[in-house]
């Protein structure tokens, strides 16, 4: 085991430092990875963050994403109680663990007592599900008028569209963003990363914080209401696509973009390179790097728009170049005459980095018994304060770990109000033998 350095903080203004929403409490109704990203988000700024787990489910569905984590590394399946598996160990850090039936009044009526005590509550149900459990933003209120209440849905808790699924694919084939990646004639490009699941959580936690501040000017909480659609669509709109087709420039263009040109990315014989370079400055220096600086006075590349109606010649001329140079060569020549350029990177060799480790951009997951082992890194919070901190060291809990202590120390229930409820099967923890004995079924 190896643990990358951690973020220095000693050189931040001001000596006790805390985190912005520390004494803050958040439920968490969430499940996947949309809502809890929003959640993860929020522990990491110092929220105490209420996981609430469904028990006929084993908890959150990502504690069954393979692979998992044991005393013997990476699996692909689970081979043990102790087991954990990598998206929990990710997006449950920070979080304390209940479980808690919702389709029972009793269970209902302790998420009732948790509100009370609560600043926001997350979740992401499908749309109307809460409402059907009495459960919505409409009944909370009543229990507590503060409470921030933000739903994260496929197409938005409001729209009347419950029932289309919402998968991260579903919404980038409805964005449009599909089809702006690629050649003119390929066929759609899904995001590699699950964007439209991590766009999503982004604006909800915006919405959210600036709930909580209206919420502590005034007193009354309210719906924060984020769609997956609307909100990668809203990314897709920030570039004008129609307006671009209208002039003449493809919504597709591969591995270059002939409007901002010299701009894309390059092969050489070891790697890849990405280039950019739309100004006249760092157009110069491209050219000077690629040993035709007497392009500098032609017609055809002295100006921006000269070099956007040439991009095709352009790109070409740089292509060549490219190909009879390493990855390093062909950097360097780039670097020393001021041109914008990097490797194209493997997300292994990404994580990596000491700059975005050092500042705890990205920092190692941790499995609450068998500890880190080497290779497995996990986002981090990427904002660095400087009279605050962020943390996202606490490894993630067991199903249902914090269940007595939230009941007893939170809520105040007795010891035989809680042994009452547990029997009942309303609150509780899966117990690991019961766990151990499924494995072996």
Same mark, same amino acid.
């Given at each position: ?67 998992? *984590? ?15 598996? /990598? ?26 007592? &948790?509100?009370? @005590? ?19 933003? *409409? ?8 409470? *921030? ?11 009347? %569209? ?11 084939? &409805? ?62 709109? $920030? ?35 990405? &280039? $950019?370079?739309?100004?006249? %400055? ?68 990404? /994580? ?19 500890? @880190? ?69």
């Amino acid at each position: 085991m190896a643990t990358p350095p951690i973020a220095d903080s000693s050189d931040r203004i001001g000596v006790n430092m805390s985190r912005p929403l520390e004494g803050k409490t958040v439920i968490d109704l969430t499940s996947a990875l949309a809502g809890p990203y929003a959640t993860l988000l929020l522990a990491g700024l110092g929220a105490r963050v209420i996981k609430v787990e469904n028990p006929a489910r084993g908890g959150d569905s990502s504690r069954n994403n393979s692979p998992y *984590v044991g005393s013997d590394g990476l699996s692909l399946r689970r081979r043990s109680a102790d087991d954990m598996s /990598v998206s929990m160990m990710l997006r449950g850090r920070g979080k304390q663990s209940i479980v808690l039936d919702l389709k029972r009044p009793e269970g209902r009526e302790v998420l009732r007592d &948790l509100v009370r @005590h609560a600043d926001v509550l997350v979740e992401n149900y499908s749309s109307g599900v809460t409402g059907r459990l009495g459960i919505d933003f *409409v009944a909370l209120r009543e229990v507590n008028p503060r409470l *921030v209440y933000t739903s994260i849905s496929g197409f938005g808790a409001t729209s009347g %569209q419950g029932d289309r699924k919402a998968m991260d694919t579903i919404i980038q084939a &409805l964005s449009g963003v599909m089809l702006t990646a690629g050649e003119p004639n390929d066929p759609p490009v899904r995001f590699g990363l699950p964007i439209g699941d991590l766009v999503a959580p982004l604006f909800a936690v915006i919405g959210t914080l600036a709930a909580v501040l209206v919420a502590e000017r005034t007193g009354e909480g309210q719906h924060v209401d984020v769609s997956m659609l609307g909100a990668l669509t809203s990314l897709v709109a $920030c570039e004008p696509f129609d307006a671009l087709e209208s002039v003449g420039f493809p919504l597709r263009t591969g591995a270059h973009v002939p409007r901002l040109a010299p701009f894309g990315t390059f092969a050489t014989k070891d790697g890849w390179f990405a &280039l $950019c370079a739309p100004t006249d %400055q760092f157009a110069a220096g491209v050219l000077e790097a690629i040993g035709r600086p007497d392009l500098l006075d032609s017609d055809d590349f002295r100006t921006r728009d000269a070099r956007v109606a040439n991009a095709d010649r352009l790109h070409g001329l740089i292509a060549g170049w490219a190909a009879e140079r390493t990855q390093a060569e062909a950097l360097a020549a780039l670097e020393a005459h001021g041109a914008p350029a990097a490797a194209v990177r493997t997300t292994a060799e990404a /994580v990596r980095d000491p700059l975005v480790v050092a500042r705890g951009e990205v920092v190692p997951l941790v499995h609450p018994r068998f500890g @880190h082992f080497d290779g497995l890194y996990g986002s981090g919070l990427p904002i660095v304060f400087s009279r605050s901190t962020t943390d996202l060291s606490t490894p993630a809990p067991g199903l249902g770990e914090h269940t007595d202590a939230v009941l007893r120390d939170l809520l105040g229930y007795t010891p035989d109000r809680i042994a009452e409820l547990e029997d009942a099967g309303v609150v509780g923890r899966r117990p690991l033998d019961d766990l151990a004995t499924s494995l072996r079924a």
